[in-house]
C-alpha cells in the first residue's frame, strides 16, 4: 500500500446471491503499529455494481470507503489484510427502495514481488 492506490474488488455477496465488483481510489490517511505490526487506515472514492442472479435488476452506486489495511511483513507469505466499509449513495437503484446505502468488503491480497 502507497500513500494512494487504486483498488478494486470483484466477489460473490453472501446474502442474496449476488455478483458484486467496485473500484475505488483509495488514500491513506493515518498509520499506527500494534507491537511490530503496522497498519493503514484509508479513506477513498469510488463506485460499486450488484448483479442478482435471481431478478437482473442491477444495482450502481457511488462509495465511500474508509478502510484498515494490513500488510504481512514475510516475503516467504506476502499476504495484505484489508477491511473497508462506509456509505453508498445509488445511481440506478435495483431492486433497492432507498438512495443511501452501506457498503463493506473484507479481503486478502497476494502480493507479487
Request: glycine share 14%; proline share 4%; aromatic share 14%.
Amino acid at each position: 500500500m502507497n500513500d494512494f492506490d487504486i483498488v478494486g474488488n470483484v466477489g460473490l455477496e453472501n446474502f442474496g446471491g449476488t455478483l458484486a465488483a467496485d473500484v475505488a481510489a483509495n488514500y491513506a490517511v493515518y498509520d499506527f503499529n500494534i507491537e511490530k505490526a503496522k497498519f493503514d487506515v484509508t479513506v477513498g472514492v469510488g463506485l460499486a455494481m450488484s448483479l442478482p442472479f435471481a431478478d437482473g435488476n442491477i444495482s450502481l452506486g457511488v462509495i465511500i470507503p474508509f478502510g484498515l489495511f494490513y500488510s504481512m511483513d514475510n516475503n516467504d507469505f506476502p499476504l495484505d489484510f484489508y477491511l473497508r466499509v462506509g456509505p453508498s449513495i445509488r445511481l440506478i437503484k435495483g431492486d433497492k427502495a432507498n438512495l443511501i446505502g452501506g457498503y463493506g468488503v473484507l479481503g486478502a491480497l497476494w502480493r507479487f514481488n
